[in-house]
């Protein structure tokens, strides 16, 4: 059993529920009702889609594996107490797990491209796990780009959905009724909001973690810039991010959809108010647990908030 608590930890299956949670609602509340509207098929039915979900979980948990592995000095340092690898599961498992996640996500990707009217998902699946290795290796311990990197990989999630439905675009631009720009706007939406949550969620994380990332030689922005220039790199991205929902719930107040308004606000700006409570007072390494612990919560209420589109009200 420890062994098994240790494994799910090493490939953090929380955040893996994440992915499979971002995919399901997107697909089936805003990309499936968007084609049956036009009284059409989209791409990926239901197998292709588990397929791709699952290429993409997989490929998660081998960067989660190697991350942790080329991690070990630093988190020894960092979290001691949630240490496994080489403590519960050997360095040699480690590389092993992480080579057949990331063969598994590869193969799974060139099955979907012969199997269903989509193209280079193989070839995305391919660079997903050489960048979730170089990564890991030496842009995590670099100024921002490790940052910037994990953060376009998030809203990736959302936006090979959009390219798996590129078939009909391209190759019939003439559907009737089939509203392109609507799901277009909808991955922009998602995407973005993936990308700067994400973005948020990685930097503060570097300032949870400033201590083993000194001690290593890394160059965060946090042990570049200082904590202060940091917080505030971070309170911008914040006030934008709940600047912009705030006018897109004005929008949606606009066109009577009272109910999604109100859970957008409550569950998800008035938690981005406190992130930037949070931030201006955090001073140590357990005041930005707190903070990054928040911003996974508006993550996931970010993500069900698409259940509100399916059904408006």
């Known amino acids: ?26 697909e089936y509340c805003i990309v499936k009702p968007l084609f049956e509207n ?22 998660a948990a081998g960067g989660y594996a190697i991350n942790d592995y080329f991690d070990l000095n630093i988190d020894l340092v960092n ?14 498992w480690v590389i092993l797990w992480h080579f057949i996640f990331s063969i598994v996500g590869i193969i799974l990707g060139f099955y979907i491209d012969r199997t269903t009217s989509t193209a280079f998902i193989g070839i995305f699946n391919v660079f997903s796990v050489l960048l979730l290795f170089i990564y890991s290796t030496t842009l995590k311990k670099k100024f921002l780009i490790g940052n910037v990197l ?15 439905e590129q078939w009909y675009f ?88 009272w109910l999604t308004a109100l859970y957008g606000f409550i569950c998800i700006t008035l938690p981005l108010f406190q992130v930037i409570r949070l931030l201006v007072k955090a001073k140590i390494s357990k005041d930005f647990h707190q903070i990054s612990s928040l911003v996974k919560i508006i993550m996931f209420t970010g993500i069900v908030s698409m259940l509100f589109f399916l059904y408006p009200a």
């Open 150 to 164: 994990i953060s376009i990989l998030t809203a990736w999630s959302i936006l090979i959905l959009w390219w798996a």
């Open 170 to 257: 391209f190759a019939k631009p003439s559907v009737a009724n089939l509203d392109t720009h609507k799901l277009f706007r909808f991955t922009i939406l998602y995407a973005g909001f993936a990308f700067i949550i994400s973005l948020i969620r990685e930097v503060v994380k570097d300032m949870e973690d400033i201590d083993g990332d000194r001690k290593y030689g890394c160059k965060t922005m946090p042990i570049i810039w200082g904590i202060n220039s940091t917080k505030i790199f971070t309170l911008v991205w914040t006030i934008v991010l709940t600047a912009t929902l705030l006018i897109i719930q004005l929008y949606v107040l606009f066109i009577g959809w």
């Open 1 to 26: 059993m420890k062994v098994i608590q240790a494994f799910l930890q090493l490939i953090r299956w929380p955040n893996l529920v994440f992915i499979f949670l971002t995919q399901a609602m997107f």
């Open 79 to 92: 979290k001691p107490k949630r240490l496994v690898v080489d403590k519960t599961i050997s360095r040699r």
């Open 38 to 59: 036009a009284g059409i098929s989209n791409t990926l039915n239901t197998t292709s889609f588990l397929l791709l979900t699952f290429s993409l979980i997989c490929i």
